[in-house]
């Protein structure tokens, strides 16, 4: 089992910039992939942005693409998503996910574990 844990979300003014961070338990995290999701009141989950085990290869939403970008630091067990130029429609609860493929993925249905999240908030 891998514990996840979220951090760094709360309150941006629209056209700022965020950092999320996600810590997971264990030493095996660097063969996992890892993928940061989201979900506003009334909306559906959405994926967000993902980045795979050994390569670095990354998948990122359109809405996001240009904005965003997700990294990891397999030393510190740790994976990020560095958010720019934030607007109202941003604001959601963030979630990461770990999959133990090792390949990065933009399906839910791929991952094993999930963290707890953490609300991003935008204000105009």
């Known amino acids: 089992q891998v514990q996840l844990v979220e951090s760094g979300g709360g309150l941006v003014q629209a056209g700022g910039s965020l950092r999320l961070s996600c810590t997971a338990s264990g030493r095996t995290f660097s063969n996992y992939a890892m993928g940061w999701f989201r979900q506003a009141p009334g909306k559906e989950r959405e994926s967000v942005a993902a980045?795979?085990?050994?390569?670095?290869?990354?998948n990122y939403a359109d809405s996001v693409k240009g904005r965003f970008t997700i990294s990891r630091d397999n030393a510190k067990n740790t994976v990020y998503l560095q958010m720019n130029s934030l607007n109202p429609e941003d604001a959601a609860v963030y979630y990461c996910?770990?999959?133990?493929?090792?390949?990065?993925?933009?399906?839910?249905?791929?991952?094993?574990?999930w963290g707890q999240g953490t609300q991003v908030t935008v204000s105009s």
């Open positions: 980045i795979s085990r050994s390569s670095g290869r990354t």
């Open positions: 996910a770990a999959d133990v493929t090792g390949w990065s993925s933009m399906s839910p249905k791929n991952y094993d574990y």
